[in-house]
């Protein structure tokens, strides 16, 4: 059975306190994994993709890495604007559909 | 207006009320879903459509009744709904077959249902 697991629930850091979230996940061919963030009120927006394991992809402070059971989201030095949920999904071929985890709300502390 | 607009942003209704929630898609994506967001869960889908058919209904309970007249409308019909259907529900579009972007999410509506 597909499924996506987030962890931890929840992460307080001071600002410049780097980090990483995980993500871990059982797919049946996995197409693609995805990273979103979430602020409070507002749909996810997309941040990354990745599509093969010890792909990497970065964006400002963030750095998303991928082997084939689990995703990281590595966030160096984070600023109180990074508080949100972050979420991970997993599409598997054949599949026009999305597996999400339940997110990680990080809250970064100034 | 781009990307993917959704209203009502808050909607309270009760549990005899009628009432529905619109998404719009100016992205030209051709796929559009319903996801349900409660707190502390994974989203759950609740249906897909590919060019205006529905494809996938994941067994969602029939006070919920989706409509996609074209592929850049849905509506989810909502009557008679029970307190924990009270959430975010978020609408999604993308183009069929997947995208290197995944979906795009409206803001969403959030619902309480009293």
């Known amino acids: 059975e597909d499924q996506v697991t987030q962890s931890p629930e929840a992460l307080r850091l001071q600002e410049g306190e780097s980090s990483s979230l995980n993500c871990s996940y059982t797919v049946s061919g996995l197409r693609g994994l995805f990273w979103y963030r979430q602020d409070p009120g507002k749909g996810p927006e997309f941040l990354f993709t990745l599509y093969s394991a010890g792909e990497e992809k970065e964006k400002e402070r963030l750095k998303a890495t991928l082997t084939k059971k689990e995703s990281f989201l590595h966030i160096t030095a984070p600023k109180p604007e990074d508080s949100a949920t972050y979420l991970c999904?997993?599409?598997?071929?054949?599949?026009?559909?999305?597996?999400f985890g339940s997110g990680t709300k990080l809250n970064v502390k100034p | 207006e781009t990307g993917v607009t959704q209203t009502p942003r808050h909607l309270v209704m009760g549990m005899t009320n009628k009432k529905s929630l619109k998404c719009e898609q100016h992205?030209?994506?051709?796929?559009m879903y319903w996801y349900k967001q409660s707190a502390k869960k994974p989203l759950e889908l609740m249906f897909v459509y590919n060019f205006k058919e529905q494809t996938e209904n994941n067994s969602v309970p029939s006070r919920f009744s989706p409509e996609c007249p074209n592929s850049s409308h849905l509506f989810l019909h909502l009557h008679t709904l029970q307190p924990e259907d009270s959430a975010l529900y978020l609408c999604?579009?993308?183009?069929?077959?997947?995208?290197?972007?995944?979906?795009?999410f409206g803001s969403g509506t959030r619902l309480t249902v009293v």
């Open positions: 999604a579009s993308s183009q069929t077959g997947g995208s290197n972007y995944g979906y795009t």
């Open positions: 999904a997993v599409q598997p071929y054949n599949f026009n559909k999305f597996y």
């Open positions: 992205l030209g994506h051709n796929a």
